[in-house]
Structure formats: C-alpha cells, structure tokens
Nanobody, 119 residues
Framework: QLVEPGGAVVQPGGSLRLSCAAA????????IGWFRQAPGKERERVSC???????RHADTAKGRFTISRDNAKKTVYLQMNSLKLEDTAVYYC???????????????WGQGTQVTVSS
C-alpha cells in the first residue's frame, strides 16, 4: 500500500515536497517511482529511485526535482523546485523491482495527489 499526502496549490517558481509512505511490503528491496498525469495527457514517469538509492529523472524534471528515500520511515520524497505551470498534474507513486521505463512494470500504486501550479 502506498499513500501520498501533500498535494497543494503553488505559485510558479515555488517549491513543494511530496511524500509517499509505504506499508505491507519489504520497502528496502524495491524501487519507487513518481509519475504524473496532466489533463488530456498520458501518464509519464517523472522520477524514480532504486532500492540502492540510484535516481532517474525525466528531462522535464532534471535540475528541478530531487527524489530521495528514508528506509527507516518507509517513505520516498519528491522535492520539486522552480515549479512551472506545466507541472500541474495528479502525481502518483508506484512500486517496482527496478526503475523501469515502462509503467506496466510498476505494481501497487498510490491514490494520487493533485499538484496545481497557478498564479
């Protein structure tokens, strides 16, 4: 089970940290990915962190987003800085055995949290 509190309305240029809390599986052994889906667009993988802490970011996130994990708290964080209007989307976290580029390789999904970037 994955739970993602933390959605909000943020002004352009602002920052927001999303969290993804896990339960019910051996968290340390799995990769966690953050995805987002904007209205009218396909869901895309934004960032991912492997079980050993290696991170991956989409080009749209590089230099602005940071993904990290706290295995003791069974939580993954997505720190988003310099937010843009086009970052507006529902953000989801999901679990996989590795940071696959394919959405179908991710199993359990969180319920999603709305991030709105607006002035």
């Amino acid at each position: 089970q994955l739970v993602e509190p933390g959605g909000a309305v943020v002004q352009p240029g602002g920052s927001l940290r999303l969290s993804c809390a896990a339960a019910g599986f051996t968290f340390d052994n799995y990769a966690i990915g953050w995805f987002r889906q904007a209205p009218g667009k396909e869901r895309e993988r934004v960032s991912c962190i492997s079980s050993d802490g290696i991170t991956r970011h989409a080009d749209t996130a590089k230099g602005r987003f940071t993904i990290s994990r706290d295995n003791a708290k069974k939580t993954v964080y997505l720190q988003m800085n310099s937010l843009k209007l086009e970052d507006t989307a529902v953000y989801y976290c999901a679990v996989s055995s590795y940071c696959s580029v394919y959405e179908d390789d991710f199993g359990s999904w969180g319920q999603g949290t709305q991030v709105t970037v607006s002035s």
